[in-house]
């Protein structure tokens, strides 16, 4: 994805200086993908695109990826890292194909499944220990391994983020003048921002009620940049409110929608979603999300991660989308209803993003662990040799 970028040319870069090799393999865009849709051009030197094959049978995804085994083959990887879905058929393969070769694998682990279960929750216990090392996304990707007899000991926390020095930040009075004269909003009210894929498990149109409840209150604009499946149903829901603005998906110049607004409000499923406002000095209400929220947020202090989010994560009961809305609600008069303590949440986020989460740390950890995976006796330079990250759409 777009924001994977800057993280796979720094990892060339740095590992180059080290005398090592980087080879990136992704998966190709899928006819008619809306959303989420992957970048089809190289980013690095040497970058491979690959088919991936994807069935849904209930609420079990399979995928395999027939290329992906040849491509390891001819590469000879000291260190094998993969996106670690356990419904891959594919990485399975590696597992054995890794005791053949010889390199280290490793899992770059988001901690997450969309739809747990006994059978599943069997299968991915034999899956996570089959890798020699895991880079987790965030803590509660460690927790999530553990809970899965993987060892603390084989486990690095990256804390996934975006490079905030690529970000240039516009004055807020300059962003709000343009995107408010540009959708054409009252310039009175509050700005709350949405920014990513219009997916079901996004959960957008919660937060369309949320504001809606708010209404009474703290009348507010919200805008929704992005795309999706879900769009079309949203757009309907909220037909006729003048309130509401859509933009579409936006990548080059979304950082004025950011400078622009008061608070950024995730009501569903993201990760690196939340680190672009944070980077932007913006309090953020987030779901559970991918995980990630309750490491960037601590409520009160740089916004709220809501208490219903948790649950539907990881034992999989329905969101109860009533009372979800009614916390984010809360949760945006707290933050409107003060602009003194929203101005020191968005200062606060903006500390945290650009020095315990900053980019340059997630790197640096990055490449702890992938040294800690090939050997703890070895300095980097000497072991890195090839490194293959392949990550599939």
């Not at 516009?170 to 343009?178: C, G, H, P, T, V």
């Not at 707290?334 to 650009?354: F, K, P, Q, V, Y």
Request: charged share 20%; net charge positive.
């Amino acid at each position: 994805m777009h924001y994977h970028v800057a993280t796979f040319q720094e990892l060339e870069r740095r590992i180059d200086n080290e005398g090592g090799e980087f080879t990136l393999v992704s998966g190709q865009k899928r006819p008619n993908e809306s959303g989420r849709v992957a970048i089809s051009h190289p980013i690095v030197r040497r970058h491979l695109f690959i088919p991936s094959n994807e069935w849904i049978f209930g609420t079990y995804t399979l995928r395999w990826q027939p290329t992906l085994l040849n491509v390891v083959r001819k590469s000879k990887p000291d260190v094998l890292v993969v996106a670690g879905h356990v419904g891959d058929l594919t990485y399975w393969r590696l597992g054995s194909l890794r005791q053949r070769m010889g390199f280290k694998y490793v899992t770059w682990q988001c901690g997450y499944e969309h739809n747990p279960g006994t059978l599943k929750d069997v299968a991915t216990g034999k899956f996570l220990r089959r890798y020699d090392y895991h880079l987790a996304y965030h803590s509660n990707a460690k927790k999530y391994l553990i809970s899965h007899g993987v060892s603390e000991s084989r486990i690095m926390v990256i804390h996934n983020t975006i490079n905030e020095k690529k970000i240039g930040l516009l004055s807020r009075d300059k962003a709000r003048q343009m995107v408010t004269d540009e959708l054409q909003l009252r310039r009175n009210r509050p700005i709350i921002l949405y920014v990513g894929a219009i997916l079901p498990d996004k959960r957008v149109h919660v937060l369309l009620d949320a504001v809606r409840r708010l209404a009474p209150r703290i009348p507010a604009s919200l805008i929704i940049v992005g795309d999706g499946t879900a769009l079309a149903d949203l757009k309907s829901a909220s037909a006729g409110l003048e309130w509401v603005k859509y933009t579409g998906r936006v990548v080059k110049g979304v950082g004025r929608f950011f400078d622009a607004a008061d608070v950024f409000v995730l009501p569903g499923m993201g990760g690196l979603a939340i680190n672009e406002p944070m980077a932007h000095g913006l309090p953020v209400i987030s779901s559970f999300a991918d995980g990630s929220a309750t490491d960037l947020i601590t409520d009160g202090v740089n916004g709220y991660v809501l208490n219903l989010g948790e649950p539907v994560q990881y034992v999989g009961k329905p969101f109860l989308d009533d009372a979800h809305a009614d916390e984010i609600a809360a949760h945006l008069e707290a933050i409107l209803g003060d602009a003194e303590n929203s101005c020191r949440m968005g200062t606060a986020s903006r500390h945290l993003i650009t020095t315990k989460y900053s980019f340059e740390a997630f790197i640096d950890r990055i490449l702890k662990g992938l040294n800690e995976a090939y050997s703890d006796a070895t300095t980097f330079s000497r072991a890195v040799g090839q490194l293959a990250l392949q990550l599939s759409t």
